[in-house]
């Protein structure tokens, strides 16, 4: 059969709905994150992110289904994203997968890849 993605060896859906609520939590009480959100709510922001890992990884293409092409780097040009902000979404994010305790080996795959993303959605370098 094929083999298995990276989503399912994980855990599926659960693992990824865990750290990004676990990711949120802390983005909520992040002084310089949560003002950058520009509804009052968490919830729709939350969703989204959730459900661009699942596809990313691997699991259901819903992510696309209602947003279309990803183009991430696109979405980020309205807010400004330096080394400050990369650092404090990398921190809310490093509690996040920390929690989910995946074995070592998934653990850095999963690490490395959100480190890349991040530097990739600079658009700042003040
Ligand atoms: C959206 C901030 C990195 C994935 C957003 C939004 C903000 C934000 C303020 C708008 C919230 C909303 O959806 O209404 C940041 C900051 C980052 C960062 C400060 C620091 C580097 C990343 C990374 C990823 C990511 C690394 C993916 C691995 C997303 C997704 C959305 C989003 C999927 C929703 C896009 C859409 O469908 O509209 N981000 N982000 N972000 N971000 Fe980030």
């Given at each position: 059969g094929t083999p298995e993605s990276f989503y399912d060896a994980v855990g599926g859906e659960a693992t990824f709905t865990r750290i990004v609520a676990r990711f949120y939590a802390e983005v909520e009480r992040d002084e310089v994150l949560r003002?950058?959100?520009?509804?009052?709510?968490l919830a729709a922001a939350e969703e989204r992110l959730r459900l661009f890992l699942i596809q990313y990884w691997g699991g259901p293409h819903t992510y696309s289904d209602q947003?279309?092409?990803?183009?991430l780097r696109m979405r980020h040009n309205p807010f400004t994203i330096g080394p400050i902000e990369r650092d404090a979404w990398l921190r809310c994010m490093r509690i996040a997968v920390d929690e989910e305790r995946l074995p070592e080996q998934q653990r850095t795959q999963l690490w490395q890849y959100l480190e890349m993303a991040a530097n990739s959605m600079m658009n700042s370098w003040v």
């Open positions: 003002p950058m959100y520009p509804e009052p709510e947003r279309g092409h990803p183009r």
